[in-house]
């Protein structure tokens, strides 16, 4: 078995995510609450509170551009932590994975049933985050409406990644390094808080490399600001091939870690 | 077990369950299969009712046969009045008496059993006991694993005794306490007095810890002849378990 081989996947792998709406349904008032107000304090501490003493930055107001950015990072936290904490926990401790491949489904299709729905997890905080930064004017329309299904896009990359983690992980603890030495960094150094052009140009290239978040961040910025170019392409490639790639290897992963 | 249920890969060799091959027609022999798992895994934030009904999504059974379904199994594993409870606030016994429901959920032709009263008080354990004898007369095969001797002499038909992945025994229970004990134990204290007394009957015994053990399908005329030739100061006579078999097979070392 590879790290890339191709996964039995039918569409039972949907049942997988009817079972995690339904548990994200049941308690969706403490569910709504992160998503809705984490951007707003952001919005008030950086875009108008430190935002007051810059003037303009690539043209446009700090609360505007930094808008995309906490869209971007919405999307991010919610399929990241999704499929590392919380896919850890329906594995290793509540034993779910194991109930559900007693089932006609194999582990192929509960893993992949995870992903999507760490995907669908981006796609509903795009859904909270967007209305909000539109009430403060701060995103064009009707361009920034594509920004919920570029969310289902990113939310899998993220999604595939953190469950590359959530497979290698000795234990839960251990999914921290992830967080903060992976996801924090990335927070603040994707182009969100200041251009990446800031950046001495070795590091922008590595950035733009290794950087899934700097691509979302690229992709949603010139969907808010309603300005699309050419160059868009290359970040949507990147983050296609990248999904694909990681789809496989967290899958090939789980299975590694699983089966026995 | 874990090979029975499709979920790891063979070493080597054939294993079909059914006619079916595990290793290419696993969702069909899942399909027609029920699991109890040791540990319970129920999903810990819906309600009993909603357990049983996400579970049954995983086989397709369509939604009205599945409330159907449901009814019926909350009736027959006697959870209907906890039908809205969180599976996490049940108590131990109900918990798996959820997870047996939810193991009939595809009406199995198989149930496969892991341990199924493993931590329960003896009234819960009855019930499930009960439950399995009923599902047996419907003609549900059962194969399980347990460490409780009185349960396998209870449920099963056919037992196999296991000891580091070797079968040692295989049969009816009675045939295998019959085969390797008899039908009772004489039991008595262990003193030089007796063994000299049992040696010079030419008497076959094992001593375990400050006891003597006399094996026997007689044991109304050996304890009669050792109350007459030997001095006893106390003597019990008593049916042969599977218990003592498998200590008897296994040896009484701890295994750890």
Redesign the interface.
């Known amino acids: 078995m590879g790290y890339f081989s191709l996964p039995d996947i039918t569409s039972k792998s949907f049942k997988v995510w009817l079972r995690n709406r339904d548990v994200f349904m049941s308690t969706f008032k403490v569910n709504f609450l992160p998503p809705l107000v984490e951007p707003i304090l952001y919005l008030f501490a950086l875009g108008f509170g430190l935002g007051n003493y810059i003037s303009d930055i690539e043209g446009v107001s700090y609360a505007e551009f930094i808008a995309p950015a906490l869209i971007s990072v919405s999307l991010m936290y919610a399929a990241f932590y999704e499929c590392t904490f919380g896919s850890y926990v329906r594995m290793y401790y509540q034993k779910t994975f194991d109930a559900i491949i007693a089932t006609p489904l194999n582990i192929d299709e509960v893993i992949a049933g995870e992903l999507l729905w760490g995907a669908t997890r981006s796609v509903i905080n795009s859904i909270i985050v967007l209305p909000v930064m539109a009430i403060f004017g701060l995103v064009v329309f009707p361009h920034s409406l594509l920004i919920i299904p570029f969310a289902f896009l990113g939310g899998m990359l993220f999604s595939c990644i953190a469950m590359c983690f959530t497979a290698v992980s000795s234990n839960i603890n251990s999914l921290t390094y992830p967080s903060i030495l992976f996801i924090m960094p990335m927070f603040l150094f994707s182009g969100t808080f200041f251009p990446l052009s800031l950046l001495p140009q070795g590091v922008q290239y590595f950035a733009l490399a290794t950087l899934p978040l700097a691509h979302i961040v690229i992709v949603i910025r010139s969907l808010t600001s309603g300005i699309l170019d050419v160059s868009l392409l290359f970040s949507l490639v990147w983050l296609v091939v990248a999904s694909a790639l990681f789809f496989l290897l967290s899958i090939n992963l789980m299975k590694k870690r699983l089966i026995i | 077990m874990k090979m029975i249920?499709c979920?790891?890969?063979l070493d080597n060799g054939k294993l079909t369950v059914f006619g079916m091959d595990v290793t290419r027609q696993?969702?069909?022999i899942?399909?027609f299969?029920g699991?109890v798992?040791q540990?319970?895994?129920?999903?810990?934030?819906?309600s009993v009712y909603?357990n049983l009904y996400?579970?049954s999504?995983?086989?397709?059974i369509p939604r009205k046969e599945a409330e159907k379904r449901i009814e019926k199994l909350l009736d027959f594993v006697q959870l209907t009045e906890k039908r809205d409870t969180l599976a996490d606030t049940l108590s131990g016994g109900m918990k798996r008496r959820l997870i047996l429901g939810r193991?009939l959920i595809?009406e199995p032709r198989l149930l496969m059993l892991d341990e199924p009263t493993v931590g329960l008080d003896p009234q819960s354990r009855h019930i499930v006991w009960d439950k399995l004898t009923e599902l047996k007369k419907k003609g549900t095969t059962i194969v399980m694993t347990t460490h409780y001797l009185e349960e396998a002499a209870q449920l099963c038909d056919r037992l196999v005794i296991m000891d580091n992945g070797q079968i040692l025994v295989e049969g009816t229970p009675e045939e295998i306490i019959q085969e390797h004990i008899g039908s009772d134990i004489i039991e008595t204290k262990d003193t030089d007095e007796i063994r000299i007394c049992l040696d010079k009957n030419n008497a076959r015994y094992e001593v375990i810890g400050d006891m003597i053990q006399i094996y026997s399908n007689n044991p109304q005329i050996i304890t009669d002849h050792l109350m007459k030739q030997c001095s006893l100061e106390k003597i019990i006579v008593r049916k042969a378990t599977l218990e003592d078999v498998f200590l008897k097979l296994t040896g009484r070392k701890l295994r750890d």
């Open positions: 249920q979920v790891s890969p696993h969702r069909e899942k399909s299969m699991v798992p540990e319970n895994n129920l999903d810990p934030d819906f909603k996400v579970y999504r995983y086989f397709d193991a595809n």
